[in-house]
């Protein structure tokens, strides 16, 4: 689905996004060490793997967990990377702390991007934990980015690696940031070694909404389907903000509107699984 008019492409997360979440749901896996890198690992290890890419509040908040074992109970092995070194203090150790609002404060995130929140920096790391699972008996991998983790799953997967990865998804993608830090999206969709499903999420130009770039005539997806003509997915959420998956809060769940947004987040979700389960 795609709707018209532009969205804002300055920032990871448009004015009106969702902020941050608490922790939802009871975890089901476990803190381990994949290389030198802390990770959360959900499911048993079998020859695929789904690499978690969460975005700038890190690998312990809203639902990222809670899906990583909703996705482990379909069969996956799961695991969410702790990448991200704290800014003032950040959540569990990770990315950005509770308090800290995005739309207000982006130029301070801005330095980040460019330095130790860079692909330059993370895409390294994802690099070690694929290595750990290859050791493991791993032998192919699909990457799942929420928000800015889209981003960087979309560099990881612009080479190949010594997993292939596969497949990719991004839910309320923000592979736009390439631009904000002085790069080209559309360059990088060009060096993709793997289809995408892409969950934009908004109306472009509205509160909260994801640029048209990642719909069907968008730029991203045009380069993608010029790789992989007929594998690329796009389907925008036009009803919910950006961050909706794993950021929306629980507290408005109530009466039909809260059944709207709880069965679009479900929607997303299976939506997701569909797409991986087909190669993994």
């Given at each position: 689905?795609?709707?018209?008019?532009?969205?804002p492409?300055?920032s990871?997360?448009?004015?009106?996004?969702?902020?941050?979440?608490?922790?939802?749901?009871?975890?089901?896996?476990?803190?381990?060490?994949?290389?030198?890198?802390e990770?959360?690992?959900?499911?048993t290890?079998?020859k695929?793997?789904?690499?978690?890419?969460?975005?700038?509040?890190?690998?312990n908040?809203?639902?990222?967990?809670?899906?990583?074992?909703?996705?482990?109970k379909r069969?996956?092995l799961?695991?969410?990377?702790?990448?991200?070194?704290?800014?003032?203090?950040?959540?569990d150790?990770d990315?950005?702390?509770?308090?800290?609002?995005?739309?207000?404060?982006?130029?301070?995130?801005?330095?980040?991007?460019?330095?130790?929140w860079?692909p330059?920096a993370?895409?390294?790391k994802?690099?070690?934990?694929?290595?750990?699972?290859?050791?493991?008996?791993v032998?192919?991998?699909?990457?799942?980015?929420?928000?800015?983790?889209?981003?960087?799953?979309?560099?990881?997967?612009?080479e190949?690696q010594?997993?292939?990865?596969?497949?990719?998804?991004?839910?309320?993608?923000?592979?736009?940031?390439?631009?904000?830090v002085?790069?080209?999206?559309?360059e990088?969709a060009?060096?993709?070694?793997?289809?995408?499903?892409?969950?934009?999420?908004?109306?472009p130009g509205?509160?909260?909404?994801?640029?048209e770039?990642?719909?069907?005539e968008?730029?991203?997806?045009?380069?993608?389907?010029?790789?992989?003509p007929?594998?690329n997915?796009t389907?925008?959420y036009?009803?919910?903000?950006?961050?909706?998956?794993?950021?929306?809060?629980?507290?408005g769940?109530a009466?039909?509107?809260?059944?709207?947004?709880?069965?679009?987040?479900t929607?997303?979700i299976?939506?997701a699984a569909?797409?991986?389960?087909?190669?993994?």
């Amino acid at each position: 689905m795609s709707c018209e008019s532009k969205a804002p492409t300055e920032s990871c997360c448009p004015p009106g996004s969702y902020g941050y979440l608490e922790p939802q749901g009871n975890e089901v896996g476990r803190k381990t060490t994949a290389g030198d890198v802390e990770v959360y690992e959900t499911g048993t290890v079998r020859k695929s793997l789904l690499l978690f890419i969460p975005d700038v509040w890190g690998w312990n908040t809203g639902r990222v967990r809670s899906i990583a074992d909703d996705f482990a109970k379909r069969g996956h092995l799961v695991v969410i990377p702790k990448v991200l070194p704290p800014f003032e203090g950040g959540t569990d150790g990770d990315a950005l702390p509770p308090n800290f609002n995005i739309s207000e404060r982006f130029g301070d995130v801005m330095p980040l991007l460019k330095g130790e929140w860079g692909p330059g920096a993370v895409v390294p790391k994802l690099v070690k934990v694929l290595e750990h699972y290859k050791e493991k008996g791993v032998e192919k991998a699909a990457v799942y980015g929420f928000c800015y983790g889209g981003w960087i799953g979309f560099h990881l997967a612009s080479e190949k690696q010594c997993v292939p990865i596969v497949c990719g998804v991004s839910s309320h993608p923000s592979i736009h940031l390439e631009g904000v830090v002085g790069g080209d999206p559309t360059e990088l969709a060009k060096k993709q070694t793997c289809p995408w499903l892409f969950q934009p999420a908004g109306v472009p130009g509205a509160k909260g909404a994801d640029p048209e770039m990642y719909d069907a005539e968008g730029s991203l997806v045009k380069e993608l389907e010029a790789l992989f003509p007929g594998k690329n997915k796009t389907v925008r959420y036009c009803q919910d903000v950006h961050g909706f998956v794993v950021r929306m809060p629980p507290t408005g769940f109530a009466g039909d509107e809260g059944e709207r947004m709880k069965a679009a987040i479900t929607k997303a979700i299976d939506e997701a699984a569909s797409f991986l389960e087909a190669v993994l």
